[in-house]
């Protein structure tokens, strides 16, 4: 057949809208504009990072807003410098700097080069891990990611798992998979809505909140979820896990899982994973292992056996972002047994039709919650291929040493009183008045805080122990120093000591005789 021709007509309107629009797409005519854009928003980033003096600046909500709120969304700057440079005045100037060594508060650690370069590349090639046709080779080597943890974990060869945004959401799937195996016998609709009150999980308390979200997010009861105590090093009761289990069965009750935590989020404590796991295979039940802050030891040159028993555990939470030096967001939850992911798995016709799995197509989307999902395991592919993991061990190791540094440095200064020693990097501690105002410790504390954050030049945590207010600092850079610890620590002792003085003097001047 002849395809019929037509003479080109040449248009005399003006440019479109949509037209110009598309010059700020990526395309093959756009690429030097992009190259010079990601340039010049490099350029503003190293040079702050270079110029940054301390981690935070001390604005307030009340100062920052009104400048975000002048922003007019509707009248664009039509410049990336223009833009660039009101950015520097809404976030950049005022941002929280993570690699700067006295930034000691949560877990968020200074970011692997090679996994900047990985973020760079994933968001231009903008692939999607839900299908194949979406990703080829990205798939494969999330897929190849995925082992290697595993392998690294030792759940053996029938191991999967897949990335996920973070370990809320890694969590949240390993409970509704253990939800759904154990209610694989509870035939009918019937069945399953008479045994859904009755699960229960156990976690330590001492264990994440997403553990208690999740369980509602899943429509267990209210009291689905038994905070199990803990022992004098923070570490949940492996006895007091198998009465707990007992008593459930004489109540009816059936225990989905039990959720053991290699390094809680306050105390860094790593529960007795293999006396969980003994106690859970005896029982039949489920053990999920949330070491989304432990993980980093899967590839320390000396801590390793700080996880052993995880290798028995039926699913895993790991955080990249936290102990692998990566940034947000590069999790992944990992399963003993492939099979169970069937649970997280539908077919849409127009997405993985069923017989996708006949023709041996990997699609990512079968195995989790989410159907778009970021290319984030090339974070960490790029970071191995460069750094290697144990150039990674080494530095979790260095940030594990240096808390054991600060927890002697905090446990032999008077002015201080610590709790337990963490088995990872997280020092719990408070300044404790002596004499006239030791009960104001609680609101020295809190006010020592909120001062050395307004000050800028440093951050910490706050926490409660045994319903007191604590502090707490959580070493995730290589960087920081005993000095840097040592420095924060006056800094504290300051902000709380003139508080107690002057609430003291205040109260003193309220009782004295006028005369």
């Not at 009291?223 to 007091?240: G, K, L, P, Y």
């Amino acid at each position: 057949m002849t395809v019929p021709t037509y003479p080109a007509v040449e248009s005399t309107a003006p440019p479109s809208a949509s037209t110009a629009a598309r010059a700020q797409l990526l395309h093959g005519g756009s690429v030097e504009q992009y190259r010079q854009a990601i340039a010049d928003g490099v350029d503003r980033v190293a040079r702050r990072v270079a110029t940054v003096d301390r981690p935070v600046t001390g604005i307030t909500p009340a100062e920052l807003a009104p400048l975000v709120d002048r922003v007019d969304l509707d009248r664009p700057l039509g410049d990336a410098g223009a833009a660039l440079d009101e950015l520097d005045n809404v976030y950049l100037r005022d941002a929280v700097w993570f690699h700067h060594p006295r930034y000691l508060a949560h877990l968020n650690c200074p970011v692997a080069i090679p996994a900047l370069l990985g973020e760079a590349v994933l968001t231009a090639v903008n692939s999607s891990l839900d299908t194949w046709d979406q990703s080829s080779g990205a798939t494969l080597i999330e897929r190849r990611l995925i082992d290697w943890t595993a392998e690294r974990i030792g759940l053996g060869p029938r191991a999967d798992g897949i990335f996920t945004s973070g370990g809320s959401q890694s969590n949240l799937q390993a409970l509704l998979l253990a939800r759904e195996e154990a209610c694989v016998d509870a035939v009918g609709p019937a069945a399953r809505a008479e045994l859904l009150p009755r699960l229960r999980v156990l976690t330590s308390a001492a264990g994440h909140f997403s553990v208690q979200k999740s369980a509602k997010l899943l429509g267990l009861a209210p009291d689905a979820v038994i905070a199990v105590a803990t022992d004098t090093r923070r570490r949940i009761s492996a006895a007091a896990v198998r009465e707990e289990i007992e008593r459930c069965r004489e109540a009816g009750l059936v225990v989905m899982a039990v959720v053991g935590t290699a390094g809680t989020t306050d105390f860094g404590s790593i529960d007795p994973l293999t006396e969980l796991a003994a106690i859970c295979a005896a029982a039949g039940v489920w053990l999920h292992v949330d070491a989304a802050y432990g993980c980093g030891l899967l590839v320390s040159p000396t801590r390793r056996h700080l996880l052993d028993g995880i290798e028995r555990a039926d699913s895993v939470t790991v955080d990249f972002h936290k102990s692998f030096f990566q940034p947000v967001s590069s999790s992944a939850l990992l399963v003993r047994d492939q099979r169970v992911l069937r649970h997280a798995t539908y077919h849409a016709d127009y997405l993985n039709p069923a017989r996708m799995v006949q023709q041996r197509i990997p699609n990512q989307v079968d195995k989790s919650l989410q159907t778009t999902r970021r290319f984030d395991a090339l974070k960490l592919w790029l970071t191995l291929r460069v750094m290697g993991p144990d150039a990674l061990g080494a530095l979790f190791d260095d940030v594990v040493d240096r808390a054991a540094d600060a927890w002697q440095l905090v446990s032999e200064d008077p002015r201080f009183e610590v709790v337990t020693r963490s088995e990872l990097s997280t020092v719990v501690f408070r300044y404790l008045p002596t004499g006239p105002g030791r009960e104001l410790a609680d609101a020295a504390n809190l006010h020592a805080r909120e001062a050395l954050a307004a000050s800028g030049l440093a951050v910490v945590a706050g926490t409660r122990v045994d319903g007191r207010h604590f502090l707490k600092f959580t070493l995730l850079n290589p960087a920081t120093t005993v000095d840097d610890v040592g420095y924060v620590l006056d800094l504290i002792a300051t902000h709380a000591g003139r508080y107690v003085h002057d609430h003291v003097d205040a109260d003193a001047d309220l009782t004295c005789p006028v005369g």
